[in-house]
């Protein structure tokens, strides 16, 4: 069940200390952290909810300290946390356009609103479209699920399915070894796009079965759970395997271009470069949780936050000296 | 109150595929995620107890996820979690040696016990001696911390003193600008060593007064809370400043002189120097939470165990498969 936070402001735009763009984990951890600091913050959250991806996962087992959460109720005390301590979250207002060529960085809304600080947050995440194959949306959370660290554990001994050809999908490959009892890789259509080192750990392991090029055509179940998937093999045949998960690393994009235009520097694949105390290039511009490409887990987006509201504190207190001085 | 975990499986040396030292929030983090992922996974404690410098902590309330709760109960949940999904923790078992030169590495205790394993994940803190100053132990959780970020926000709009004289103590002093009423800066004797960056910030608010070469003689309270402190200053005289908290930061040092020697590279501090990705300069060795000088907060630390630990695991299968290849 959700719990209704305090009463939450609603910010119409305006100046602040730090403006968090995203309330998923990174972004609400930060947030948290920067009010305690005593800045003025604000987030701006394009749903009409907290969370983010984080927000989806039916079972949560992996979060230090909380032993058994539903995703949705662990966002929502992340919300809690941070309105508590004075931060200011607006839901429904998506950024569209960002200026951080001066001290102060402008971040503009959908609804033509200007938020303005001198310190910005980045915790956009990552989207993921999915397949659109039949069977997904019926079965995620009963065996569809699209975090191999998160919930493979959930199977562990069974065998499972992986969807996806890029390095990041065959690092997650690499994790299932060590608890499926069968991994099969199903590139959908593509051709592998993946490091010699990830490659050859899964190419040596007799659990694991490749099938290059073929396309995932339906997930397959009993109602309740997964119980298999079917293929179409490049030469147009049909296999059906059975498997009891089926993980989906497929399609992800962080949402970064909005930042890009703004000067951020991003790596090949999109995500944007940060430093450990999670600077980008850009002085007064943070970013952090799964938009850095790192991890893909709610600790570790939280931890991002923390240490961005640190640094984005530090900065602060700088360039308010600095104006002062003018 | 202490909750009892599942049975403590009690190791005594041998070969496992992660070593993780340390039982503090990033040691457990990292112990949970390596054993979730199905790698054998031991922790080292010198301590009888998990939660390093966290279970001191009488209140935690910027933990993201937990509202609030005392620091030894949130060792607990962590230390529950890491042996729920199978990693064995030996407590009272102090690392002395530490070679890290080949493939295996291996780790050895005071006991004469050797520990090997492909990865090791250093979790080690910091140790913090204190002062020794009258008053300090009695008003220790009564307004006396050894973390500004942590617990100055208790204090809020109250006047308070911040003992050292570092860069990280001007850092700390920094934060509490926007927290506290005042600021009294101590430097317990030494010299101001901090970046200028801080000390422009700290000289141009009015609120900050600085007490260069100042000693702390007294910490002094009504028997339930800190009232004030008594100072020496470089001439002689002393001198009573109203305050309700007093910050030490002053006498911190990482605990990393055993890997230092085995290779590890440091910062001038002697902090262990890591990537985003927490590996340090040597394969298969990744160093995580205070030990790293990044944040010094709990859930930085546990973000820092997750992203060690998915490192460790693809580190461990790729030398597995490299040594069975031999």
């Known amino acids: 069940?959700?719990?209704?936070?305090?009463?939450?402001?609603?910010?119409?735009?305006?100046?602040?200390?730090?403006?968090?763009?995203?309330?998923?984990?990174?972004?609400?951890?930060?947030?948290?952290?920067?009010?305690?600091?005593?800045?003025?913050?604000?987030?701006?959250?394009?749903?009409?909810?907290?969370?983010?991806?984080?927000?989806?996962?039916?079972?949560?087992?992996?979060?230090?300290?909380?032993?058994r959460i539903n995703g949705e109720e662990l966002a929502q005390k992340f919300l809690m946390q941070a309105t508590k301590f004075g931060a200011q979250v607006a839901f429904g207002e998506r950024v569209v356009d960002a200026d951080f060529s001066g001290d102060m960085k402008v971040v503009t809304t959908h609804k033509g609103r200007e938020y303005k600080a001198p310190a910005v947050i980045i915790a956009t995440g990552v989207s993921t479209k999915g397949l659109g194959v039949k069977g997904e949306k019926?079965?995620?959370?009963?065996?569809?699920?699209?975090?191999?660290?998160?919930?493979?554990?959930?199977?562990?001994?069974?065998?499972?399915?992986?969807?996806?050809?890029?390095?990041?999908?065959?690092?997650?490959?690499?994790?299932?070894?060590?608890?499926?009892?069968?991994?099969?890789?199903?590139?959908?259509?593509?051709?592998?796009?993946?490091?010699e080192a990830h490659m050859s750990v899964l190419r040596n392991n007799p659990k694991v079965e490749i099938y290059e090029g073929a396309k995932l055509k339906e997930i397959i179940g009993d109602g309740q759970k997964v119980t298999g998937i079917v293929i179409e093999l490049p030469d147009g045949t049909t296999k059906t395997i059975p498997v009891r998960a089926v993980f989906i690393s497929y399609?992800?994009?962080?949402?970064?271009?909005?930042?890009?235009?703004?000067?951020?520097?991003?790596?090949?694949?999109?995500?944007?470069?940060?430093?450990?105390?999670?600077?980008?290039?850009?002085?007064?511009?943070?970013?952090?949780?799964?938009?850095?490409?790192i991890g893909f887990q709610i600790v570790v987006a939280a931890g991002h936050g923390a240490v961005a509201a640190l640094e984005a504190s530090k900065h602060v207190k700088r360039l308010k000296k600095k104006m002062a001085a003018k």
Chains 1, 2 share one sequence.
């Open 138 to 195: 019926e079965y995620f959370g009963k065996g569809v699920s699209y975090c191999v660290v998160c919930d493979a554990p959930f199977f562990k001994g069974e065998p499972m399915a992986l969807i996806g050809y890029d390095d990041h999908a065959m690092e997650e490959a690499v994790y299932m070894t060590s608890i499926a009892s069968k991994v099969y890789i199903i590139t959908h259509g593509k051709k592998i796009e993946a490091s």
């Open 251 to 293: 399609g992800e994009v962080p949402s970064t271009e909005i930042f890009k235009k703004a000067g951020v520097e991003v790596d090949e694949r999109g995500f944007i470069k940060v430093d450990t105390h999670m600077r980008t290039n850009v002085p007064g511009v943070y970013a952090v949780g799964d938009v850095t490409g």
């Open 1 to 67: 069940m959700l719990r209704l936070g305090p009463p939450v402001k609603k910010p119409v735009g305006g100046e602040f200390d730090v403006v968090v763009i995203g309330a998923g984990p990174g972004g609400l951890s930060a947030a948290m952290y920067a009010a305690r600091l005593g800045l003025k913050t604000v987030v701006l959250e394009k749903e009409n909810k907290p969370g983010g991806r984080a927000a989806l996962a039916p079972i949560v087992e992996d979060y230090p300290g909380i032993d």
